[in-house]
């Protein structure tokens, strides 16, 4: 699976919009873009994912760029409780999920 | 909403136990997995499970871990003889299909002494 770079920590006013960036560069035609985020030491709570289109659900969208080399995920209005480490996780079809470090977000009053 | 639940959340052992760590995946989800994660490291790959064995496992999945499926709603990983640096959140997961999500239960927190 290819490769994703996201920077270390973020921060985050509440009620404001939090644009989470990933580079994958690598990633190949049939590479499927997961994010995923784990609060404290919760499981992993999955959020989004997307092959190629912009994607929306309740808890966020995903922003695919037309080469599909990056992605941003947006938390359109930030809450204390979105504060956690975001993983931005390319995957295979078939293949295991393969965790990074993670953007640490922190949102604040 | 469906969830993957875990069992025990939290355990303390010694050192040279054995441990099972059970989870309960989502009632249609056929793909099982195990991850662990380190106080203040990434969550890590264990072993992948479906049809009743596993289909991947990392190199960390030694001869002292096993994974079992004891009936038709338990999943289960084995630790034969625990070591410190066994001390660990441990992390089951289940998908309905290969290529599907995967959703991440809460965790079992193991702390070996």
């Known amino acids: 699976d290819a490769k994703t770079t996201q920077p270390t920590s973020m921060d985050c006013a509440e009620g404001r919009a939090a644009n989470l960036p990933c580079n994958h560069s690598?990633?190949?035609?049939?590479?499927?873009v997961y994010w995923y985020r784990q609060i404290h030491s919760q499981g992993p709570q999955y959020i989004i994912h997307?092959?190629?289109n912009n994607e929306t659900n309740e808890m966020a969208s995903l922003i695919i760029t037309e080469d599909r080399k990056s992605s941003t995920l947006i938390l359109p209005h930030a809450t204390l409780r979105d504060t956690a480490v975001y993983y931005c996780?390319?995957?295979?079809?078939?293949?295991?999920?393969?965790f990074g470090a993670g953007t640490r977000l922190a949102v604040h009053p | 909403e469906p969830e993957v639940t875990q069992t025990p959340s939290h355990q303390v052992t010694q050192m040279g136990q054995e441990v099972i760590l059970r989870c309960v995946p989502i009632s249609n989800h056929l793909y099982f997995y195990w991850y662990r994660q380190i106080l203040g490291q990434k969550v890590e790959f264990l072993v992948s499970?479906?049809?009743?064995?596993?289909?991947?496992k990392s190199e960390i999945f030694d001869d002292q871990f096993s994974v079992e499926r004891p009936d038709g709603s338990n999943f289960t990983l084995k630790i034969r003889s625990t070591k410190l640096e066994d001390s660990a959140m441990y992390f089951c997961?289940?998908?309905?299909?290969?290529?599907?999500?995967?959703?991440f239960g809460e965790g079992s927190w193991l702390t070996v002494v």
């Open positions: 997307g092959l190629k």
């Open positions: 996780i390319v995957r295979g079809g078939y293949n295991k999920l393969i």
């Open positions: 997961a289940s998908s309905s299909g290969s290529g599907n999500t995967i959703y």
């Open positions: 690598t990633i190949s035609g049939n590479e499927y």
């Open positions: 499970f479906y049809n009743n064995e596993i289909s991947e």
